[in-house]
């Protein structure tokens, strides 16, 4: 704001309702749910008029006494896209945003006109204003600029003026401004905070607003009518227009390839489309009532008998075997319903094939049966009645178990998350982008199998097929590329990433990262490392509160925390881990000793493995240095000692990508891992000013030896991340990490310096002085 007088007036900017109380910004003026007029605008953008509820008033100009002003009645509401923003300040003291024709007015001898910004010259013109004693004051028109931007502006018509009161001390005509930022790095960090900015989720490649509940069940019901469908395809692209029965999920692919084209653009399709669901679910009066909840018995009975039966041929009957069993079930059942109710015309079959109101799980329990309960001790035999029959009391007494187990999970599930958020994001607040490119940008194989992880990343080196140049160095990924790499009868391609890209100033290169959402490169200074991490912990709360939400039923999926944080904290000490072939070669001989476990010959090289683990190889395999011989989470450096650095950060990344519930891409697993695993110890600092155990990047490591004839010797370092700050990042991060009292003082004693320009942001922070202009001034 450039005035708090400004903030306090923008309060003041309508009076609404029948009572004339109560503020409202003018864009949420209460008005009709589909447009009455849409037309182009000269700037590019559509003008959609609406009919507005009764009642609404705003202060105004009277045109019969241009010094009074009175309340009129709004009419209609319009609201017009890609508007050219212009800024009018006055008497160097207020300004506001407004769009260049017809918005403000200015005095021309005894009366008002309004002016073209684009064409006249306004500077010391004067404007109206309400004096201190209510009176019409004109104070003079100080500055006016077209800001470069353009934005959605919003104007009424009134029943008996032309012109309404903006705020205490102008006069506008058609718009008004919503916020008026400072500076052009103001204007720039508001755009970017805008949520059509934030629609689709490069992370975890989704769209994160869509039309939900009662606007996702109306879209259903109109899709699986022609006449429906035509009604939805009105505000869809060409090329994106349904055919058949559109449910929540199949909209959200829908919306979020569009998003990720033009999240600006689908903003106003989801908008639109909220508003035609919701429109349609309240028109047709749709409702459930206690018929449509009708158990599904037979299916039931089926489902109990094919479980009892697996549990009776199960040589296992532990907890966790009983659970596997159940999830399978749980999983058949849940697709079983849906087939019951396709071809069925009811209400609850609307809710269930929609997708949009109500879980699996929840539409399970209260339509089939619960199964199970995620409680230990309450599975010991399945639950064989729905909710809506009502349960027995030995399955109430087991329910209600999951119940507790669910409010329990509710609270340590957002904790916990929340815990290892901050612990990840302490870790990877210095992953900056640098700069668009880099020298010596890492490279992996991914295979064509999956290409959605390979879409928006850059190829990182030529690929040659016959001696032939296919696909250039540095080009992007598009589906054209799969379809060439296929054609060749390629398996994979090398792209960019992360792993192995940093800086020797700690940053990494827009390029390693590929495309985020708008097609573009993240732009240098943007915080790629916090972007990833909050990609990994935001699952985590979701998948608590669902626990919670489903009464602690049994899921077909497992919460991914306890192994992400295992492998993000690099415990020590790994429950049941798999062992890992130290040497090449073939297996000779499997031994069974008395406790259950084996000892395996590889290349006359004894392995053991314990009872809890189960064999992966046989005699006569074969075998490479680093090979699991038992199934079990694998320790990450076994794998640097027994392959290669490079093996246990892919290893890390695909146990993110696998256990952070739903889907997140591939490369912010990359971001995270490169930033915990991206540094060495000095065991030999050669010619430089290190000493022997400093901690330091291996890229900036790397880059020294190449000036130095005796290059300096380290190991890589896997520390996790509950510990890797204290040794990586400046005093002030520490103090600002853990260990305050210790670090502080030891930090005092040694006269450790924190530079303010770094990418680790506490020093800036603190000092508050050029903060995030970095030494290149982007942060």
Excluded at 685 to 705: C, M, T
């Amino acid at each position: 704001m450039i005035k708090n007088t400004w903030h306090r007036a923008i309060g003041d900017t309508l009076k609404a309702f029948f009572t004339r109380k109560g503020n409202i910004f003018i864009g949420n003026v209460i008005h009709g749910w589909t447009p009455i007029e849409v037309k182009p605008n000269e700037w590019g953008g559509l003008n959609k008029k609406y009919t507005v509820m009764p009642g609404q008033h705003v202060l105004t100009l009277s045109e019969e006494n241009n010094r009074s002003y009175e309340w009129d009645e709004i009419t209609y509401l319009s609201v017009h896209d890609n508007i050219p923003a212009f800024s009018v300040e006055i008497d160097q003291e207020y300004e506001i945003i407004c769009s260049p024709k017809n918005s403000i007015i200015v005095k021309d001898g005894s009366k008002y006109r309004t002016v073209n910004l684009i064409k006249e010259d306004v500077i010391g013109l004067y404007t109206p204003c309400i004096s201190n004693n209510g009176g019409i004051d004109n104070r003079m028109i100080t500055d006016c600029r077209y800001m470069g931007t353009q934005m959605r502006m919003y104007d009424v018509s009134l029943k008996k003026n032309k012109i309404f009161l903006a705020d205490n001390y102008l006069f506008v005509m058609d718009t008004i401004g919503v916020h008026v930022p400072v500076s052009n790095e103001a204007v720039r960090e508001a755009e970017r905070m805008m949520p059509s900015r934030h629609l689709y989720d490069d992370v975890a490649s989704k769209i994160t607003s869509f039309p939900d509940h009662s606007a996702a069940l109306g879209i259903y019901i109109l899709s699986k009518a022609p006449e429906g469908r035509k009604a939805i395809n009105k505000y869809l692209p060409k090329h994106r227009h349904i055919k058949g029965a559109l449910n929540k999920p199949a909209l959200k692919d829908l919306l979020g390839e569009m998003a990720k084209e033009d999240s600006r653009a689908t903003a106003i399709v989801v908008d639109n489309l909220i508003r035609l669901g919701d429109g349609h679910s309240y028109e047709t009066g749709f409702s459930l009532g206690l018929s449509d909840l009708a158990p599904l018995t037979d299916l039931r009975e089926r489902v109990m008998a094919d479980i009892k039966k697996d549990i009776l041929y199960s040589k296992d009957k532990s907890p966790a075997a009983l659970k596997d069993i159940y999830k399978r079930h749980v999983e058949r059942a849940s697709s079983d319903i849906d087939e019951h109710f396709k071809g069925i015309d009811s209400p609850m079959s609307d809710v269930v094939l929609s997708k949009a109101r109500g879980s699996a799980s929840q539409l399970r329990d209260i339509l089939l049966s619960p199964i199970a309960v995620n409680a230990a001790d309450a599975i010991s035999k399945p639950i064989a009645h729905s909710y809506i029959e009502g349960l027995k009391p030995s399955e109430h007494f087991a329910g209600a178990a999951g119940g507790r187990a669910g409010t329990i999970s509710k609270s340590q599930g957002t904790a916990e998350p929340g815990a290892l958020g901050n612990l990840l994001f302490a870790n990877t607040n210095m992953l900056v982008i640098n700069k668009e490119r880099g020298s010596s940008m890492g490279v992996i194989r991914l295979p064509l199998s999956d290409p959605t992880e390979l879409m928006d990343r850059y190829i990182g080196e030529d690929v040659i097929v016959s001696g032939k140049k296919i696909i250039a160095k540095d080009s992007l990924v598009e589906p054209r590329t799969v379809q060439i790499a296929r054609k060749h009868g390629l398996k994979d391609l090398p792209v960019y990433t992360p792993l192995g890209s940093s800086s020797a100033d700690g940053g990494i290169p827009a390029m390693s990262y590929g495309l985020m959402r708008g097609n573009t490169l993240p732009e240098v200074g943007y915080n790629i490392g916090a972007h990833a991490a909050s990609g990994i912990v935001a699952p985590l709360y979701t998948e608590s509160m669902g626990s919670f939400h489903s009464g602690g039923s049994l899921q077909d999926k497992d919460s991914g925390y306890p192994r992400l944080k295992q492998v993000l904290e690099l415990t020590k000490s790994i429950s049941n881990k798999a062992t890992l072939a130290t040497t090449s070669g073939i297996v000779e001989s499997i031994e069974k000793d008395s406790l259950g476990g084996h000892n395996v010959l590889v290349d006359g090289v004894s392995h053991y493995v314990s009872p809890s683990n189960n064999l992966i190889v046989s005699a006569g395999s074969s075998v490479d240095r680093g090979d699991p011989l038992s199934n079990g989470p694998i320790d990450p450096r076994d794998l640097a000692i027994n392959k290669n650095m490079a093996a246990a950060q892919s290893y890390m990344v695909d146990e993110l990508v696998k256990n952070t519930p739903g889907h997140i891409r591939r490369r912010a697993a990359e971001v995270v891992v490169e930033g915990i695993t991206r540094y060495g110890e000095i065991t030999d600092p050669g010619e430089s000013e290190y000493q022997p155990g400093d901690i330091k990047l291996v890229s900036d490591i790397e880059k020294r030896n190449k000036d130095q004839d005796q290059g300096i010797k380290y190991e890589p370092v896997f520390r996790g991340i509950n510990s890797l700050p204290l040794y990586t990042q400046n005093w002030m991060s520490q103090v600002n990490f853990r260990n305050i009292k210790k670090n502080l003082s030891n930090s005092v004693t040694i006269g450790a310096k924190a530079d303010t320009e770094a990418y680790e942001p506490s020093a800036g922070l603190a000092l508050g002085i050029n903060f995030g202009q970095g030494k290149d001034g982007k942060y």
